[in-house]
């Protein structure tokens, strides 16, 4: 089955310091991954995608996420987190087998980041 | 230009009652998505559209729910003879193509008593 892990429900780190949310994706071929965020009563907001090309992905806020084929992974990342960061987190893989356009997602982490 | 609107945002029924929950897509969008997030869950897939044709529904209960997508005005996921495991938020995206990026609303959350 295909499916998408996350498998922290929470990260927490001090402000100023880096930051990484894990994700890794069990599909066929060569999906498409995305991150989204979501503040607290509203909907999903995009982050960034991959598609092909360089692995690595720059996305909004100075957010930016690593493919990793081999290890069929797709950590979000950020040099240096801000309060405001603090959201609940999703990964999400589109198979490259699905022809329409249908998201799968994680179960989504919550980052805290703290003063 | 607007975002994806839905409306109600927030909805109340008791249990036996329907649930209509309207999704508007972004301007240029003719191909609708809902999802449906339970607590502390990720978003799982139900249904795509696009106007007037439901093109993959693979993720809809078999019972109680359908959805549609007409010509004019906005899309509608309907849930008949709502349960308590019916609670959730249920969240619309749209996109100018079947690949093209998502889009999605502030959601619409479903109480049922």
């Not at chain 1, 990484?20 to 995009?46: A, E, I, M």
């Not at chain 2, 809809?60 to 997508?69: L, V, Y």
Request: hydrophobic residues 30%; glycine residues 8%; proline residues 6%.
């Amino acid at each position: 089955a295909q499916s998408v892990a996350q498998p922290e429900d929470q990260v927490n780190v001090a402000e100023g310091n880096p930051l990484t949310v894990k994700c890794t994706y069990s599909v066929s071929g060569n999906p498409y991954l995305f991150w989204y965020v979501q503040y607290p009563n509203r909907g999903l907001q995009f982050l960034l995608k991959y598609i092909t090309g360089d692995n690595l992905v720059k996305g909004s806020y100075g957010f930016e996420a690593e493919f990793n084929k081999s290890q069929t992974s797709f950590h979000l990342k950020k040099p240096s987190a801000l309060v405001s960061d603090s959201a609940l987190y999703f990964c999400a893989v589109r198979p490259s087998s699905s022809n329409t356009g249908k998201l799968i997602f994680g179960q989504g982490t919550t980052l805290q980041v703290k003063p | 230009n607007a975002g994806v609107m839905q409306n109600p945002r927030h909805l109340v029924r008791r249990r036996g009652q329907e649930a209509r929950l309207r999704c508007s897509p972004m301007k240029g969008h003719s191909h609708v998505y809902w999802y449906r997030q339970l607590p502390e869950e990720g978003l799982k897939f139900m249904v795509y559209l696009q106007k007037e044709n439901i093109i993959d529904e693979s993720g809809m209960p078999k019972e109680r729910f359908s959805a549609e997508f007409p010509k004019e005005g906005p899309s509608i996921l309907r849930i008949q003879q709502v349960v308590r495991g019916d609670s959730a938020a249920y969240f619309c995206a749209s996109s100018t193509q079947g690949e093209g990026e998502q889009f999605f609303g502030p959601g619409t959350r479903l109480t049922v008593l």
